[in-house]
């Protein structure tokens, strides 16, 4: 019996966590795991949170003002125009106030949320790779 293989042709991004370091490449690293990805045949990158606790990807005026810090470099930013530049796809994860975990009540991941997927359309929408 013959077998068939599915390709995997996506994969995460998880460079914002709280049990290994974040925000530790720049563009320069993650233009070479985009070209390599490329190469793999992948095709759609989806970043698996745009921010967690007072860690974000991307400076955004709603999320600072709340304490978060503001990131050394837009992450958000480079992951779209890497994508555009090898033909992916971006998919955006929202953001992770650690509120939930912290208390069970999902309430205030979303109204945080409501106000990130607006901000992030705005700033980000207008590339092809979104």
């Known amino acids: 019996m013959a077998t068939s293989i ?3 042709t ?12 974040h925000q530790n490449w720049g563009r320069t ?4 795991d985009f070209a390599h990805m490329s190469l ?5 990158v989806i970043l698996i949170r745009s921010g967690y606790r007072r860690f974000i990807t991307y400076p955004s005026k709603y999320l600072q003002g ?3 810090y503001e990131p050394p470099v ?7 125009q890497l994508a555009a530049t090898h033909n992916m796809n971006f998919y ?20 945080a ?6 901000e992030v359309w705005k700033q980000y929408g207008h590339y092809p790779s979104f």
């Open 6 to 8: 599915l390709p995997i």
């Open 10 to 21: 996506g994969t995460f991004l998880d460079e914002i966590s709280h049990d290994i370091p």
């Open 29 to 32: 690293e993650w233009e070479k």
């Open 40 to 44: 793999m045949g992948i095709d759609t």
């Open 66 to 68: 709340r304490g978060c």
């Open 74 to 80: 837009d992450l958000v930013e480079i992951f779209l």
């Open 92 to 111: 955006f994860g929202l953001y992770d106030s650690g509120q939930y975990w912290d208390t069970g009540d999902m309430q205030h991941e979303i109204e």
């Open 113 to 118: 949320n409501r106000f990130v997927i607006d």
